[in-house]
């Protein structure tokens, strides 16, 4: 008997690479899935992570400053202002600079000057990447776009300033993140264009407000005695009172908070200013025809008694005798 000889036979031969024809697909798109796909899936995410961050921080910076301030530069409130140019170390336009500033009260004139600054630094000198850092000028530092492998990935341009006057086509940004991946460079590429901010003027303090009244005194004031009026002020504001007689005498305006000579309004009275049961927050005494007497700062809205007091020992007679504030 003859021996069989060892071997496939071609039947078993086209099976086979049948067989692997169709496994070998499955295989190598599982070792994808499992060895390379999710080092080129966390490259892909750390990029466009890079690049939506650095979108969303220039944004706002431009839009509002940090927390909600306004922007403007130095010379006045109605001009916002970018510098462009390099980070330090660096060439090329990859550095900007937002100056604003920040009003502490609304209406003020003296604001506070600031500013943010993006710029290109290496954090990790252990590996390729530099960053794109956002610093503010107390030393806050944020990092914005962390996987940049050359200064030209980044790239500022476009208007340096806007406001009264000035016209801006805005500000263009051209990010591009690149990160090493298993088998190749993930890379994401975006600009964007930035319209700078309308110009920030402080809210206008009131329009000063006033109000007087003309006080009804007897028009024949016995010496030694006077006359007190109440009135109510409807705003904070400075006040004042004046008084004015047919001829010269020793006499005294005052202004008192509340109602210290009694709650009727007005009337006459013999107490001299000294035992007056109150403070007057305005004062005045001379020998004259005409004195006023004024606040020396405002006063709050509130009741006040005005009482105008004839020093001397003869009769007077007025000619007129008026309050008034004044809201700053």
Not at 78 to 96: A, D, E, M, Q, R
């Amino acid at each position: 008997m003859k021996d069989r000889q060892a071997g496939f036979t071609l039947i078993e031969q086209i099976v086979v690479l049948s067989v692997a024809g169709v496994m070998l697909p499955v295989l190598s798109g599982f070792f994808l899935t499992t060895f390379l796909r999710p080092v080129e899936n966390s490259a892909a995410l750390a990029t466009s992570q890079d690049v939506r961050t650095a979108s969303e921080w220039v944004s706002r910076d431009l839009a509002s400053g940090p927390m909600g301030n306004n922007l403007a530069v130095s010379g006045g409130p109605s001009l916002t202002s970018v510098t462009i140019g390099p980070s330090p170390g660096y060439s090329g336009n990859n550095s900007l600079t937002i100056t604003y500033h920040t009003w502490p009260t609304v209406g003020s004139t003296d604001p506070e000057t600031h500013s943010i600054a993006y710029r290109l630094e290496d954090l990790d000198p252990s590996d390729d990447d530099i960053q794109l850092v956002r610093r503010e000028d107390d030393g806050a530092a944020t990092t914005v776009v962390h996987h940049i492998l050359d200064a030209a990935d980044v790239v500022f341009s476009g208007s340096a300033q806007s406001g009264a006057g000035g016209v801006s086509s805005g500000i263009t940004m051209s990010i591009t993140s690149k990160q090493e991946g298993s088998a190749t460079t993930v890379t994401r590429q975006a600009s964007f264009v930035y319209t700078l901010p309308r110009s920030y003027e402080p809210t206008p303090a009131p329009a000063p407000s006033a109000q007087t009244w003309n006080l009804a005194p007897p028009y024949y004031l016995a010496g030694k005695s006077g006359y007190w009026q109440v009135i109510t002020t409807s705003a904070e504001g400075t006040i004042s009172a004046n008084w004015q007689i047919a001829s010269s005498a020793a006499i005294q305006v005052l202004v008192y908070p509340g109602e210290p000579m009694g709650t009727g309004g007005l009337g006459g009275s013999t107490l001299t200013p000294s035992k007056v049961n109150a403070t007057a927050v305005a004062s005045n005494s001379a020998t004259t025809n005409n004195l006023t007497a004024t606040t020396a700062a405002s006063q709050p809205a509130a009741k006040y008694t005005v009482y105008i007091y004839n020093g001397s020992n003869d009769y007077v007679s007025t000619n007129a005798a008026t309050a008034s504030y004044v809201s700053p």
